[in-house]
């Protein structure tokens, strides 16, 4: 039951994201407007946020699998933040905080924030941000706005999807 209100808890804080122009969208919305280069380069920065607080977390509370599995995604965070610093110099994107990083919000629990409990919402926090991640990505490359990051969105895609799939499989075995 805990785990069914974190996974609610964690959808409702996620979802809504302002833009500057005072326009809300959902994530995996359809009829959301399409998100620019500086939409985009906000959003894969705030999954970047996002996977950091997963480090930490897994660094308090998690087992030996979760804190690999964390460096790795900390890891692949700070490469994309690397690139995607390059594109956003390029095109003089001014960013703007579109969200702050919900892991930790979402997997601090009561007493049984460790152990299996932890494990999987460790797991289901990583597929709701991986989900919305993809859908901003998706959204951007149909009228993308900028050709460099239209390729490093196409590149990033399969790997998001991959670990999506690996996170989702993970939680299911939980």
Do not use: C
Request: without cysteine; glycine residues 6%.
């Amino acid at each position: 039951m805990r785990m069914i209100v974190a996974t609610v808890l964690l959808f409702t804080s996620t979802a809504a994201l302002a833009d500057n122009s005072g326009e809300r969208t959902w994530a995996g919305h359809e009829s959301a407007r399409t998100p620019t280069a500086t939409d985009v380069i906000s959003g894969l920065y705030a999954f970047g946020r996002f996977q950091q607080g997963l480090l930490e977390s897994a660094d308090l509370r998690g087992n030996h699998e979760v804190k690999t599995l964390a460096i790795s995604r900390a890891e692949d965070a700070a490469r994309r933040d690397k690139a995607l610093k390059q594109i956003q110099q390029a095109i003089g994107a001014e960013l703007n905080a579109r969200k702050t990083s919900t892991a930790g919000a979402a997997l601090a629990g009561p007493d049984d924030s460790e152990g299996p409990a932890y494990v999987r919402r460790f797991y289901a926090a990583q597929v709701a941000e991986y989900e919305e991640t993809i859908a901003l990505l998706e959204r951007y490359l149909r009228a993308p706005d900028n050709e460099a990051l239209r390729a490093f969105a196409r590149e990033q895609l399969p790997i998001l999807r991959s670990q999506l799939k690996d996170a989702a499989r993970t939680m299911a075995d939980k």
